[in-house]
């Protein structure tokens, strides 16, 4: 099959240091993109290491840090990209918070935390990006997730978050046809939360089609593929 390439393209990647976005951000430099990731909490040395390792496989590799929750320090990022010559061409909105909120707990600090970070920043960052690339072409492509069709017990808010997401995303792809391409990519169990026993981590893959969990490079590779 044509190898996926995004050579001479430059992709940012939010929440790119951890996880699932780091899992995307190497696709994409091993695809011949030039990467800009952001980060929020990771200390700025983990950030560094994490900047020497992708610039391994080739192409240029930057970090910039962000409260993507924060629609002033989203501005400082654009003049930031601005500033250093970044005119992204594909955004990635990996970036994402979750912890549990049993319903009758949720506080209004838990439900700002989840819908600032996982819809707000989103939404804010599409909209200055995406204005931006309607004259020359782009690539929009957000990390939704499987519970903004079937929510989470315990985790309402995360859920909501995430299907505002998918508006989102259909809302941009009508407004920013055709120069720009708007996706989502919703999956499943990949990784667990943090202190999920070996029982839960069956019972949930017991639940999907094909009775297993996946790996942060399933996505990565469903990315890509939106992504060139």
Not at 22 to 48: F, Q, S, W
Not at 85 to 106: K, M, R, W, Y
């Amino acid at each position: 099959s044509r190898r996926m390439t995004l050579k001479g393209k430059k992709v940012l990647v939010t929440g790119g240091i951890k996880r699932i976005g780091r899992a995307i951000a190497e696709a994409c430099v091993r695809a011949g993109a030039n990467l800009v990731l952001h980060y929020r909490n990771t200390p700025p040395h983990e950030a560094d290491q994490a900047v020497r390792a992708l610039k391994k496989y080739g192409g240029s590799v930057a970090a910039y840090s962000a409260d993507l929750a924060d629609v002033l320090q989203i501005k400082h990022l654009l003049t930031a990209l601005k500033r250093d010559g970044h005119e992204i061409d594909i955004l990635i909105n990996s970036a994402a918070v979750f912890f549990p909120t049993p319903l009758g707990q949720v506080s209004e600090s838990e439900w700002d935390q989840l819908l600032d970070t996982n819809l707000k920043g989103p939404f804010f960052l599409s909209q200055a990006l995406g204005q931006r690339m309607r004259a020359r072409g782009g690539r929009i492509i957000n990390i939704a997730d499987w519970s903004a069709l079937r929510p989470y017990p315990k985790y309402l808010p995360y859920g909501i978050a995430k299907a505002g997401l998918i508006a989102l995303t259909r809302g941009l792809a009508q407004e920013l046809a055709p120069r720009v391409l708007v996706n989502a990519v919703c999956p499943g169990p990949i990784l667990p939360p943090p202190g999920t026993t070996a029982r839960e981590k069956k019972a949930i893959a017991e639940k999907t089609l094909l009775k297993r969990g996946g790996a942060p490079e399933d996505v990565a590779k469903m990315v890509l593929f939106l992504a060139a």
